[in-house]
């Protein structure tokens, strides 16, 4: 049985880290390559590079970035943010990336998941699903860094995502997002009892019990946070201790 795992994320925009609420509102916090290696150093379980601004602008990562970024972990690194074709895997991967992430290609193309994973490994696809409830109920999948909404039950395109061979599904809740208020713990919850590959749950940590819940109530398998972090409002280290202190197996940090 997997460890639950505490997991960063770097949103970067023009090769700095940026943070918003409900992804707006973006304002620089920092240089990745310093964030990454300071929360690695906290005990940080993997590292998450997202270039939010890539897609929109019609563009590949900043592969250099991810370079520098990369070669100052041991922890695993997820890249994602203009991954707009199978092509594009093999790059991030020599860049230095264990796994990358994507959402919009996938969209316009599922066949990356599985074409990605029949080359790679599934372990090495990620699924990014942004969501976003409507009046109804349902949770609508969100592309473009959440700025293009689609027809797309997030809960049915998630299912979808793993069939197709994604091995992990990185999950966002635009409505949490910033807010640190807690995970949309019914969302992911929802997600999880669905599919056979892990989840990670997004948006909304404010502190150490709302990784909790994401773990307990959720039955996540990895909790993503980051402007707390990013702010100073505590360490990774300071959440593990008061997980372990709940009962919540983490890897433990020296």
């Given at each position: ?7 960063v ?30 929360y ?35 922890v695993?690194?997820t ?7 199978v ?6 991967l ?76 990185l999950l ?10 807690g ?5 992911t919850?929802?997600?999880v ?12 940590a ?6 909790r ?5 959720g039955h996540a ?14 360490t990774?280290g ?17």
């Amino acid at each position: 049985m997997l460890k639950p795992r505490v997991v960063v994320c770097l949103d970067v925009k023009d090769g700095r880290v940026v943070k918003g609420t409900n992804f707006e509102g973006l304002r620089d916090v920092g240089d990745p390559v310093e964030l990454a290696a300071r929360y690695e150093a906290e005990g940080a379980d993997e590292v998450v590079f997202l270039d939010i601004s890539a897609t929109r602008e019609g563009r590949g990562t900043l592969l250099d970035t991810v370079r520098r970024t990369a070669e100052v972990l041991f922890v695993p690194l997820t890249v994602g943010g203009g991954v707009r074709s199978v092509d594009d895997i093999g790059p991030l991967l020599r860049a230095g990336a264990d796994k990358i992430s994507t959402n919009s290609a996938a969209v316009r193309d599922p066949s990356i998941l599985t074409d990605g994973a029949e080359r790679y490994g599934s372990q090495c696809i990620v699924a990014s699903i942004d969501a976003a409830r409507e009046e109804d109920g349902i949770w609508r999948h969100y592309t473009h860094g959440g700025k293009t909404r689609t027809e797309l039950d997030a809960v049915e395109w998630a299912v979808r995502c793993a069939e197709l061979g994604a091995g992990e599904i990185l999950l966002t809740s635009i409505d949490c997002d910033g807010v640190r208020t807690g995970y949309d713990l019914e969302l992911t919850r929802a997600i999880v009892d669905r599919v056979h590959v892990p989840v990670v749950a997004s948006g909304g940590a404010g502190d150490a019990s709302h990784l909790r819940d994401a773990f307990t109530e959720g039955h996540a398998s990895a909790a993503l946070l980051a402007g707390i972090l990013h702010d100073g409002l505590t360490t990774v280290g300071e959440l593990k201790t008061a997980l372990r202190g709940w009962g919540v197996d983490v890897r433990w940090t020296n």
